[in-house]
């Protein structure tokens, strides 16, 4: 992504007490996942260091759901349901925004490609480098 303009896009839950914050290019890589939880829920992966992601209002309306390893964190809008972002297992220092949550008139377009999430443990590496800064 090295040399592409960015820009802060917003994005929130369904009910809109969540809204967030992401600094994106015009066009952006995201995965679709095979694993349990994604494959449930429709998340649409966009991965992005901490310091391109920020929350902008309902801190006080999320709530998280753990499993398995317990190390990624599942945020989920205490209202509406829905999980507009996470904090990956893949990618602790960053965040993976569901681009379905990216507010339509400034969404990114979408390269997409499917992460064989079923087979987790022997895919992750692959995707560490996307929360780096010049990932």
Known sequence: MTGEALAWRGGGCHCGAVRFEARLADEI?????????????????????????????????????????????????????VKSFYRPRSNPDGWSVNALCLDEETRPALRLSEFDGRNWEAHAAGLAHMSQEDA
Request: charged share 15%.
């Open 29 to 81: 890589d995201a995965q679709t996942c095979t694993c349990s939880i994604c494959r449930m829920v429709g998340f649409v992966h966009v991965i992005v260091p901490g310091s391109r992601f920020r929350l902008v209002q309902g801190a006080d309306r999320l709530t998280t759901y753990t499993f398995n390893t317990q190390v990624a964190k599942h945020l989920f809008c205490s209202v509406c349901g």
